[in-house]
């Protein structure tokens, strides 16, 4: 966790999020100065339509409306910065830093890449290693979860039981001449989005309409679809050509496995299925304990039609998926108790259709609201949040929005999303999914394969039933071949009949029945047979287990933690270095790809052994840092380990090699303190684990003075 | 590492390899019987033969028969048994253990499956991570490699350039009527093989070409596989049908990328081509330095014709590569002065061909004996010899075999796989290839990006030439228009011809030359041009890099350390227990699923407290655990843990509650000491970093008495 110390230095720099209110008054503030605006306009064309005009008179109206202009479109700049559902940071820098120091490029950029697909490089791979085992800890662990490690390759029948061949598909329109394609419904929202934005003098009903179809957009099929198309002359963006009909375009990677091509393949679009296909060896592997989890870390796949938003919508992407299986009749979850109080700002339903805001309560309100109706959805909900806390998500751009009932996935009982804030608005990163039974009775169907568990009752049921028993000695020597057909039908009897047979036994001493199969009546006698009540005990149960799924869409919370972390330093009166040595990344010390970085403060060969000693050091005490030896002044060396967001820097310089001592450098407040060399590996890790607070440190060591050279990194922001 | 004492309990009863001696021994004394067997056939032919017949010889000889018959089969069992080449466990019982304990399992089991593909269950998936995290901290963190994380969907001008689309492919058969492919390759390889077993009395003459195709089998092509098919009457061996002609079928999985269809893409074979694509940002991520390494972990996927050998031939794998980028003219490695002592078991291609066994040396002896030539290739083959010491390979079981010329890759220069012996024979692991320059300038070619790092020369080279040095202002004027042609056809001409040229102006005072573009004759005097003599200094240069690249094949590897781990402890004289409770797996800590098990001895609520406390301790020092609460003696138990090699257990008992004691358990010896709680974790951090061994801590702690229900773990061995 960022340390509170070093958070609230760089927080007020960091890309932000604005409340509702400071929106809404910039809008009324808006509207109100286009009001303005039009009252100019009428006032201008009246005084150039009178006789003889008074030039001095439209010259001041006609500068009124400049400034006024002037004014609109800063007040407009002003309403964008604070809209609250965008983060607000400049999209050009931050990818320039992306790119340039290597954390995310296009895949196979030197061919021209393909949209859809990108590299890792260091910095990127580093924190996507610590986010991964931050996330086993904090679940796998924690919860003794099973983890496995399943194929990403899937024979078709998987998908067919899951639903996936089905009804993985988004509906495509080709360009009739070009055969480009695009999403039908992206196309119909940008549509709507653009008359909106361009015309904003449309009649309120037509603006309505917009709404409503942007809204339940998801709920239009081929031929819907087709409809809007024609009916609001959309065509295609790149060219204006026209578009053919929607046809169902299957998301789903599909290769041809072993060298016949028979063999029908996909590539996984989640790894769930891997799960739930080995759902018997694993309730085997936990001893047959229901409830259990089982959890697993691998590539997924999915063929968008068309791939944008950068790392945010791509082909082929990091999935953390844990599937909880519990019997639906119990659910519970013996560590909710330990959440209850965790705060969440619920994004519920009704607050979405009502145009309301995410309110935050505890985990305890939203039950007892009855805004969340399972306990083990809840207890994932809580543990989502917390495990978003610990990475380093800004307080505010994060909320958990429940599913309409129109965007469920078709498996879906229930679903919350836990969406962080980014320079493109409100992101899906975790769906926390109730699944119900769906998958594992869809799976039990087309394999035919029991994929059930067993509940033994805690006493057993008692059932009680009319038996049919036959003297069979006796009854066969009667009926002889007969018997079967006989004692059959009358087991086939209901309870009912099987009583009122008894009591005419009871009454007369024998029964006639007329046996369908036999097709003639049999007489039998008190001393052959009787229908008595008898019990049945029922010791348990076999049911299908039901899911709840979180499932992490691992490259999406890296991006957005990129986005959250990211800020710049306000530029300095007395240095002249460039912009682009200004980024930093408040990345916690548990995200970050190295936690320390190993400084000489010249090129001095006397500096050596202690950059070794120092090594040995942070290596055998598990310390993941970089040495940067560059021939460059410390000031840049510092601003290239903001850049990466390596939270502390530690310097050598002449102290190290007079006095053992080196300098430690906070990399939010840029504050240095003067730390002997025995004592540098507690403090980084008390830093590290945050055992202990920078101002604890501070208040435990010299602070060392800053020499101009350090100026790029001094403090700034407090 | 494996604790000195713990591995010389198991090691006797480990799966073994034989000595080549003992092996040819028992080969000899076969072939004695045989001829024997001979001579008693012949003999029982002449008895049969004679008239009148001895029917009491005949008999007796015939008993003489069978009793050899007996004798042979027996010789035969232990000469494989013998066999250097193989590992001796029980394949049956060791995929038994495999699959009830959840290592390993056919994806999709419940649809069928499809060979080739595996699921990891818990305890091989926990081993896959602490194999893949001894690999990081191994390879990437101790030599600072830049680890990068790239799409496995590839666009196929990667392929292209990297000769895969072309190369990548194995020659096929169909069955003419069934269509049912085979891998022609291994359908001759096959017949000869059965063949050489079937018939031991093949001419020498047949059975040497048997030999010599069979080694050869990679250098023919479709033709010479078609002819070798025709010529031994090869049939389909699941029919008995005629075959079709052999034609090439890419091992790649191809799927299109986009809702066009139009873009092309495959599934990487290897992780490599995603390093190459990136040198350009690579260099540039550090500071333009050369040499430097760049590290992947990922998945990779071959179409394999016919997948065989369990888990070893599969169509989906996780590899961690390396890729070694250095200037080939400058083949050193700054660490190989502290890895030359390494001794490594090396099986050159000499060795290969001569019939000759593996040779081992350290790494300077073999650099000296020029078996290895490359300074960096000989320091990964010792990074790679430690890298499998640690990880727990049997001694006497790895072997570093040089490819032959005709199996190397087409991108190699030199080759050396890492072998492991298992049950179906040698194994490569570990691909250490020499690539030389091939990636980077068929990459720069492709393209046309020049994939080249920059040499600064210790001191620049100094180039004499001859310039061409004309008086500007004098000549433009006499020539005007015909100046520019004049100049660069004088530059154009050899230095010799120039010297010549100046020679004559020193002499005459002036020169006529003839200009082809002109047309006519020049003259031009010594006040108007020279030739002097210049230099050039000339600062470094650019150059592809070569690469070394090792490569891991992490499934392999996990397959065989759990060959090489495993073993049966004999059966004890007091227990009833089945033989498949006495599974052990040996794994050294670092590798195996979980440090530590925690047993309550007995279901007592006593205990209860004193389970939570241990968990607490081992969760907040990183030891991994299972905590195993199952209604079951202590001694199913311990067998359980030992199952999936869990090194240490934990058992609370009566004294747990009385004197605050745990007992801990070595998984080998199966001997227990009584260790203070306040003790137990420096205890077992001591063994499990391998800083105490077991003796040590027998010495340091009382040794716990065992009781009749301990006694399926208790220690045999020794």
Same mark, same amino acid.
Request: glycine share 8%; proline share 6%; with cysteine.
């Given at each position: 966790m960022i340390n509170s110390s070093t958070s609230s230095a760089s927080s007020k720099a960091r890309g932000k999020t604005s409340t509702k209110e400071a929106y809404e008054q910039i809008g009324k503030k808006l509207h109100e100065k286009k009001l303005l605006m039009a009252t100019l306009k009428d006032e201008i064309t009246v005084l150039k339509n009178q006789n003889p005009i008074d030039k001095d008179a439209i010259k001041k109206k006609g500068k009124e409306i400049d400034d006024l202009n002037t004014e609109i479109s800063q007040i407009t700049k002003e309403w964008n910065r604070a809209n609250p559902d965008? %983060?607000? /940071?400049?999209?050009?820098?931050?990818?320039?830093?992306? *790119?340039?120091?290597?954390?995310?490029?296009?895949? @196979?950029?030197?061919?021209?890449?393909? $949209?859809?697909l990108y590299d890792y490089g260091p910095p990127a791979c580093a924190i996507k290693a610590n986010l991964l085992d931050l996330w086993r800890k904090h679940f796998v662990i924690e919860e003794n979860m099973l983890e496995v490690d399943c194929s990403s390759l899937t024979v078709e029948p998987v998908f067919i039981a899951s639903g996936h061949v089905q009804r993985f598909a988004d509906w495509m329109v080709k360009d009739v001449l070009t055969n480009e394609c695009f999403r039908a419904d992206k196309l119909v929202g940008e549509f709507i989005d653009t008359q909106l934005e361009k015309n904003p003098n449309l009649s309120q009903e037509t603006a309505e309409e917009y709404h409503l179809?942007?809204?339940?957009?998801?709920?239009?099929?081929?031929?819907?679809?087709?409809?809007?198309?024609?009916?609001?002359?959309?065509?295609?963006?790149? *060219?204006?050509?026209?578009?053919?009909?929607?046809?169902? @375009?299957n998301l789903m990677f599909s290769t041809p496995i072993g060298p016949t091509g028979k063999v029908k393949g996909y590539l996984r679009p989640e790894t769930a299925q891997g799960i739930f296909v080995n759902f018997k060896r694993l309730l085997?592997?936990?001893?047959?304990?229901?409830?259990? $989890?089982? $959890?697993?870390?691998?590539? $997924?796949?999915?063929?968008? /039609?068309?791939?944008?938003?950068?790392?945010?919508?791509v082909r082929e992407f990091t999935l953390a998926e844990i599937e909880h299986f519990l019997n639906p009749e119990r659910d519970v979850h013996p560590k909710l108790e330990q959440v209850k109080h965790i705060r969440v700002p619920f994004f519920s339903r009704e607050n979405q259709t009502q145009g309301l805001s995410p309110i935050e309560m505890t985990i305890e309100e939203a039950l007892e609201k009855k805004w969340l109706t399972s306990f083990t959805h809840a207890y994932y909900i809580a543990r989502v949040k917390?495990?978003?806390?610990?990475?380093?998500?800004?307080?505010?751009?994060i909320r958990f929005r429940q599913h309409l009932a129109n965007e469920m996935a078709h498996y879906a009982r229930d679903c919350w999303d836990c969406e962080l804030l980014t320079s493109y608005g409100w992101i899906e990163v975790v769906g926390i999914a109730n699944r119900s039974c769906y998958d594992l009775e869809r799976h039990s169907e087309h394999s035919k394969n029991e994929l059930v568990a067993y509940e033994t009752f805690d006493k057993p049921i008692i059932e009680e039933y009319i038996a049919v028993e036959p003297v069979k000695q006796k009854i066969g020597k009667i009926l002889k071949k007969d018997q079967e057909p006989v004692i059959e039908y009358l087991t086939s009897l209901p309870d009912?009949?099987? %009583?009122? %047979?008894?009591?005419?036994?009871?009454?007369?001493?024998? /029964? *006639? /029945?007329?046996?369908?199969?036999?097709?003639?009546?049999?007489?039998? *006698?008190?001393? %052959?047979?009787?229908?008595?009540?008898?019990e049945n005990k029922i010791q348990g149960t076999h049911y299908n287990p039901a899911v709840i799924e979180p499932s992490f869409g691992i490259g999406r919370i890296i991006y957005c933690l990129l986005e959250h972390s990211y800020w710049v330093r306000p530029k300095q009166e007395h240095t002249d270095e460039d912009k682009l040595q200004r980024c930093v990344l408040s990345l916690p010390p548990v995200i970050a790809p190295y936690k320390v970085v190993v400084l000489p403060k010249l090129q001095n060969s006397e500096y050596e052994p202690v950059v070794a000693k120092l090594q040995k050091l942070l290596s055998r005490n598990g310390i993941s840092y970089r040495v940067d030896t560059a021939n460059q002044n410390i000031g840049k060396r510092y601003a290239r380990a903001d850049d990466i967001g390596i939270p502390f820097a530690v310097t050598v310089d002449d102290g190290s090699v007079s006095d053992d001592t080196v300098t430690i450098r906070e990399r939010d407040s840029c504050e240095q303190v003067i730390v002997p060399m025995n004592e540098v590996v507690s403090v980084l890790t008390n830093l590290i684990d945050s055992n202990k607070t920078w101002e604890e440190i501070k208040q435990q060591y010299p602070e060392q003075k800053q020499t101009a050279s350090d100026k790029v990194g001094k403090k700034q922001v407090k």
């Open positions: 965008k %983060l607000h /940071i400049d999209p050009e820098e931050f990818n320039e830093l992306l *790119t340039r120091r290597f954390f995310v490029v296009p895949s @196979f950029e030197i061919y021209g890449g393909v $949209a859809g179809v942007k809204k339940k957009i998801d709920d239009y099929d081929g031929k819907g679809l087709d409809e809007l198309i024609k009916k609001y002359g959309i065509k295609s963006p790149t *060219t204006g050509n026209e578009l053919s009909e929607a046809y169902p @375009f085997e592997y936990n001893g047959k304990q229901m409830p259990f $989890a089982s $959890a697993q870390i691998g590539q $997924a796949f999915r063929n968008e /039609i068309s791939p944008r938003s950068g790392l945010l919508r917390m495990f978003m806390d610990q990475c380093g998500v800004l307080p505010g751009a009912e009949k099987k %009583l009122e %047979l008894q009591r005419e036994l009871d009454q007369t001493g024998k /029964i *006639t /029945i007329r046996v369908p199969e036999l097709d003639r009546d049999v007489e039998l *006698t008190s001393d %052959l047979i009787s229908f008595p009540k008898r």
